[in-house]
């Protein structure tokens, strides 16, 4: 892994085991970090924890092995904002990382920002420059996933399992009519955040610049950490 993210112009620094990463984390400045939750001294997850207990607000990519819902769950409530089970490809766990450094602002364990709206994690509360909406538990569920990667397409399916779970009853139907009441709520918060759908490729989060030009997020030099999987190493990435 950290030989990909050299290839790909990131700057590495890898700490051994938890207690490492765990160290590094708290001593250093980086962009994002991939933490792996199977780590020796100090597994992934109690590393998260202690991090964000500290105030830290790196944004985290967590590297696990496991699939179910209710482990991808306590990784996302542990403060994680993105999650990648193994086993993944290198373009996938790029991308993320593309992604995870660009417009949105992690500004703690328990908000997001993108634009002009913050979504804080405890109150499912969505606020804009026009005032402030609560959401219901589906609502907050499809906007922290937009918002944690803005500009990404999904598609209906995609969203269909990422809120509802794979074992969901309901059918597309119900994706697209809470779509529509998020879009209704960006309206009367008066954000210029919007949800955009383009054919055959899905749902995505978007602004509007002074100009009404579309935008997702934008590019930048980013430094990112990331725990490597099969040695249980976490490696820590910057590019230039």
Known sequence: MTAILRHDAYEVDVAEDGNSALTSMLEGSYDAAIIDIMMPGLDGLSVLRRVRA?????????LTARSEVDDKVEGLDAGANDYLTK?????????RIRVLTRATTALDARTLAFGDIRLDFASCRLTGPQGSVDLTRREFALMRLLMAHPGVHYPTERLLTGVWGDGADEDLSVVWVHLSNLRKRLWEIGSTVSIRSVRNLGYSLERDDADGARRGGTRR???????????????WARSS
Do not use: D, M, Q
Request: include cysteine; charged fraction near 15%.
């Open 221 to 235: 030099s980013s430094r990112a950490c990331t725990a490597c999987s099969s040695a249980g190493r976490c490696s």
């Open 54 to 62: 500290a105030g830290a607000r790196t944004p985290v990519i967590l």
């Open 87 to 95: 086993p993944f490809s290198a373009k996938e766990l790029l991308a």
